[in-house]
């Protein structure tokens, strides 16, 4: 690893930015765009210049990581673990506002939620993967296939994820309907490809595997829903 790799990867890019952990993209960006403006390359003194170029540096570095939802995917899983990311209250409600309204079949008003909170928090695989499954529900199946791709790039090893593009396209029987055969032929196709090459391996789903405990189940239209494994907290 490179001298300068190693140094900024020690570096804590939340604190670089004076930003909390459960900082959305939104805060991230003003935050970035807030300090840069107080730097200036122009200084007469050479010392100077050199500290805000190294200063600029840094703030670009960490930019650059939580800026990006897959790094910061993947720099927050390092960090905090897979099972105690930073959760940010608001979008936290929106969501739990989401899966409300898709419980209780308002399909429209749940995509609306699901939507903000992935643009909120596109980083969080959790949140794309229930957008994908709303979007299965309205039948737009190349909307749910690129969440679903983006969740697995998002976390590779994210279960809730694989399991689900094994429920919804893979056993899901809505999808295999005669008037769009071609289509979750491909569907399939990508998507296992997305996984292998995300994991090395695609996992079928493990009915041991909990699900997680605010899954928006995809709609069964007639079908029973297979009960939840742990209620809405």
């Known amino acids: 690893m490179k001298l300068e790799e190693r140094y900024y990867a020690e570096k804590d890019y939340y604190e670089v930015l004076a930003l909390q952990p459960d900082a959305t993209c939104v805060e991230v960006q003003a935050a970035y765009d807030r300090l840069t403006q107080t730097i200036s390359l122009a ?27 897959i790094q910061r995917s993947h720099y927050d899983i390092r960090t905090f673990g897979r099972h105690s990311l930073p959760i940010h209250a608001q979008v936290e409600n929106l969501f739990r506002e989401a899966i409300r309204a898709f419980r209780t079949r308002k399909t429209d008003m749940a995509l609306h939620y699901f939507k903000e909170v992935s ?50 396209l893979f056993k899901h029987e809505e999808f295999k309907r005669e008037a769009s055969p071609p289509l979750v032929k491909r569907m399939s196709a990508s998507l296992r490809a997305v996984v292998r090459a995300a994991t090395g391996r695609l996992d079928a789903p493990s009915s041991t595997d909990p ?23």
Not at 44 to 69: G, H, I, K, T, W
Not at 122 to 145: C, G, M, Q, T
Not at 151 to 160: N, V
Request: hydrophobic share 35%; proline share 8%; aromatic share 8%.
């Open 43 to 69: 200084n007469a003194d050479p010392e100077a210049r050199v500290r805000s170029a190294e200063r600029m540096l840094e703030l670009s570095q960490a930019y650059e990581v939580l800026n990006d939802p």
């Open 119 to 168: 643009s909120l928090y596109p980083h969080r695989s959790l949140y794309r993967v229930h957008l994908a499954i709303a979007y299965a529900d309205k039948d737009w199946l190349n909307f749910a296939e690129a969440e679903l791709q983006t969740a697995l790039r998002l976390d590779p090893e994210d279960r809730f994820a694989k399991e689900t593009v094994a429920r919804v």
């Open 211 to 233: 699900l997680h405990p605010n899954a928006a189940r995809p709609s069964t239209r007639g079908q029973d829903r297979a009960p939840r494994t742990r209620p809405l907290e």
